[in-house]
């Protein structure tokens, strides 16, 4: 799968024009990831977002006995990574390839040279992102509530 296929099945990507989908294919990378295998840790710097292309990746936390446990479950065309890319604190989750993923990566500098370049479509970007946290942030909510 292409590059800009992958940009085009994402909803992080939705409503961007066809310059703007060339441009992020041009500047992004691909990287594998075997099954087990640690794609980020929880509380470590973060300057990428990640687009699944091929596989699963579980978003993991700690519980107070410091067991990672998992708490999301992402599979093709989902992203993860993006709320350190948005509030520049450190990882707040840890990501782990549950079968061996292939994943789109866009760093802080690539998303900020497609902002000096295409400035709606990078506003596009960020509303998309913004939904997504909305969303899983009802679905959190939701899951709360059940347990009060």
């Not at 690539?110 to 509303?127: C, D, E, P, Q, W």
């Amino acid at each position: 799968m292409e590059k800009l296929e992958i940009l085009q099945k994402s909803i992080l990507f939705e409503n961007l024009l066809p310059e703007e989908f060339e441009y992020l294919a041009d500047i992004s990378q691909i990287k594998e990831y075997k099954v087990g295998d640690i794609i980020f840790y929880e509380a470590e710097p973060g300057n990428s977002l990640y687009v699944i292309i091929e596989g699963e990746v579980e978003i993991l936390r700690k519980d107070a006995e410091g067991k990672l446990k998992p708490i999301a479950i992402l599979k093709a065309s989902d992203f993860f990574g993006e709320m350190s890319l948005i509030d520049k604190e450190m990882r707040s989750a840890t990501a782990r390839a549950k079968t061996d993923v292939k994943a789109l990566i866009l760093t802080s500098e690539n998303l900020h040279s497609f902002a000096k370049i295409y400035r709606n479509g990078f506003t596009m970007v960020v509303i998309n992102i913004a939904r997504v946290m909305s969303k899983r942030l009802r679905e959190t909510n939701s899951k709360l509530a059940a347990k009060l």
